[in-house]
T-cell receptor, first 110, second 113 residues
Framework: GESVGLHLPTLSVQEGDNSIINCAYS??????FIWYKQESGKGPQFIID?????DKRQGQRVTVLLNKTVKHLSLQIAATQPGDSAVYFC?????????FGTGTSLTVIP | GAGVSQTPSNKVTEKGKYVELRCDPI?????LYWYRQSLGQGPEFLIY????????DSGLPNDRFFAVRPEGSVSTLKIQRTERGDSAVYLC???????????FGPGTRLTVL
């Protein structure tokens, strides 16, 4: 499979602070990059995607940044809430295949 | 509306047995994916259906694994001669054709004793 890695397997943030989750990738042929959130016992949930020819995309309380020069992707969550506690995966899309990283576990401290 | 459902939610079987895992996608979703997720890992792509046909089955680990989607809706993942290493959560996802927004089911936890 393709290599999609994540920096730091765990991340703890104070409620109300901003969170930044990072991801490195190795394949330059990716069409899209996608962030998913997975809560315990559930399937992953789509958060946001970014096309590979873009640098930044914003959603509701989330921003994804793509740096193709260093093959780095980040997800920024503004004003982190307890409900944001979950495992976050970055994934890259190549054709019809999606390659997921190993995940970062985000814990929000009340 | 109803999301993606998977049955059974848990399946315990013995090594060497045959198992079938079922996925009911969201109505109208042409694309359907199967993934396998081991503990502490991200989902691993297995197979992709576009309508009734398996458009990409390159992720299936070996010929013990097979999946069908005969009417372009419900899909069944079939595993023959199960091995202990097959133990994992099997996830199904569906989406509109070409969309990155996959809707995942809750998964089937398969345990091979």
């Amino acid at each position: 499979g393709e290599s999609v890695g994540l920096h730091l397997p765990t991340l703890s943030v104070q409620e109300g602070d901003n969170s930044i989750i990072n991801c490195a990738y190795s394949n330059s042929a990716s069409d899209y990059f996608i962030w998913y959130k997975q809560e315990s016992g559930k399937g992953p949930q789509f958060i946001i995607d970014i096309r590979s020819n873009m640098d930044k995309r914003q959603g509701q309380r989330v921003t994804v940044l793509l740096n193709k020069t260093v093959k780095h992707l980040s997800l920024q969550i503004a004003a982190t809430q307890p409900g944001d506690s979950a495992v976050y995966f970055c994934a890259e899309r190549i054709g019809n295949q999606f390659y997921f990283g190993t995940g970062t576990s985000l814990t929000v401290i009340p | 509306g109803a999301g993606v459902s998977q049955t059974p939610s848990n399946k315990v079987t013995e090594k060497g047995k045959y198992v079938e895992l079922r996925c009911d996608p969201i109505s109208g979703h042409t694309a359907l994916y199967w993934y396998r997720q081991s503990l502490g890992q991200g989902p691993e792509f297995l197979i992709y259906f576009q309508g009734t046909g398996a458009a990409d089955d390159s992720g299936l680990p070996n010929d013990r694994f097979f999946a069908v989607r005969p009417e372009g809706s419900v899909s069944t993942l079939k595993i023959q001669r199960t091995e202990r290493g097959d133990s994992a959560v099997y996830l199904c996802a569906s989406s509109l054709l070409g969309s990155n927004e996959q809707f995942f089911g809750p998964g089937t936890r398969l345990t091979v004793l």
